[in-house]
């Protein structure tokens, strides 16, 4: 059973940055990417950023230059650097990991092609 366990959640004010963590562990599987999505409430999930292979980065537009993805050096773990935060940012902020069989060809952005999910985190950002 493949688990994906987020950490680093919190309350912050406007302005301020904290840092996402995610780690894959459990069964046997491969990761094509790692992304982070995030839901606030009343809304649906969206998509924030995704560690692609080769080192490329893809983030939505809401997040650009603010939110920075990167992998750790266990393979299987992700990082979300978020800095300068907005009170539109306030969400519970999920990881995902996308199997290898579906490869490139539907883009980081679709919740639907992700395979495993993280229970979520928190975040709160008080203007």
Do not use: H
Not at 37 to 59: C, H, K, L, M
């Amino acid at each position: 059973q493949v688990q994906l366990v987020e950490s680093g959640g919190g309350l912050v004010q406007a302005g301020d940055s904290l840092r996402l963590f995610c780690a894959a562990s459990g069964g046997t599987f491969s990761i094509y990417a790692m992304g982070w999505f995030r839901q606030a409430p009343g809304s649906e999930r969206d998509f924030v950023a995704a560690s692609w292979p080769g080192g490329r980065t893809i983030y939505a537009d809401s997040v650009k230059g603010r939110f920075t993805i990167s992998r750790g050096n266990a393979k299987n773990t992700v990082y979300l650097q978020m800095n300068s935060l907005k009170s539109e940012d306030t969400a519970v902020y999920y990881c995902a990991v996308r199997a290898p069989y579906r490869g490139s060809s539907a883009g980081p952005s679709n919740s639907y092609e992700y395979d495993y999910w993280g229970q979520g985190t928190q975040v709160t950002v008080s203007s």
